[in-house]
């Protein structure tokens, strides 16, 4: 079935460090593939998306790109700042009537 | 205006009671979900209806039952809880079902078993 693999956390930062976190998927046909935020306490907010392989999902300086040949969609940015401290979620959807699977998540601290 | 909304987004309450969350969306979305979150941050589908119908049932004891009066809400009930219950709750909605197509989520319902 479908899975997705998410580097392990926590990543620890400095504010306005370069940020990556990794993520693989294992899927059959041409899914779509999400990133999620969750804010401390929070609930979940799509980030950004990219619903076919060379496309690039951006959203707040965050960006991904869906790479078919490596099957992954690494979450990267620029700059960090302390307010980006979240946990994130790599995400994979299939076609037709499938659920969504969630890697396991990513936590996020970034310090002043 | 709130495009998911679940209640409560706390709840506390004893081993072996029933409870419900409810859960409504104004999107005029097909489609709605519940996943759980357990104490690892770990997400995973529990229920899924499409238009009323169910579409997605996941391995979830029998006693989580949901019901989806209408394409805009889907209510989560639960009976005689058990401490491993303990988890957050989150239900979501999306148009159609397509691969494409965002998933949003509510803000999530803390449910405590003591």
């Known amino acids: 079935g479908n899975s997705v693999t998410q580097m392990e956390g926590p990543v620890t930062l400095s504010e306005e460090a370069f940020l990556t976190i990794n993520c693989t998927y294992t899927a059959t046909g041409y899914p779509s593939l999400f990133w999620y935020v969750q804010y401390p306490g929070e609930g979940l907010q799509l980030l950004l998306k990219?619903?076919?392989?060379?496309d690039k999902g951006s959203n707040k300086g965050f960006e991904a790109t869906y790479r078919k040949e490596t099957t992954s969609f690494h979450l990267e940015k620029g700059s960090v700042q302390v307010s980006d401290s979240a946990v994130y979620f790599c995400a994979l959807k299939g076609t037709g009537f499938q659920k969504l699977v969630f890697g396991t998540g990513t936590r996020l601290l970034v310090s002043p | 205006d709130t495009a998911v909304s679940q209640t409560p987004k706390y709840l506390v309450t004893q081993m072996g009671n029933d409870k419900s969350i409810k859960c409504e969306q104004n999107?005029?979305?097909?489609?709605m979900y519940w996943y759980k979150q357990d104490s690892k941050k770990f997400l995973k589908i529990m229920f899924s209806y499409n238009n009323k119908e169910l579409i997605i049932n996941e391995t979830v004891p029998n006693r989580f039952s949901p019901k989806s009066p209408d394409k805009a809400h889907l209510n989560l009930h639960i009976n005689s809880l058990e401490l491993g219950d303990s988890a957050v709750y989150f239900c979501?909605?999306?148009?159609?079902?397509?691969?494409?197509?965002?998933?949003?989520f509510g803000e999530g319902s803390w449910l405590t078993v003591v």
């Open positions: 999107l005029g979305h097909d489609t």
């Open positions: 990219a619903t076919k392989a060379d």
């Open positions: 979501a909605s999306s148009q159609e079902a397509g691969s494409g197509n965002t998933i949003y």
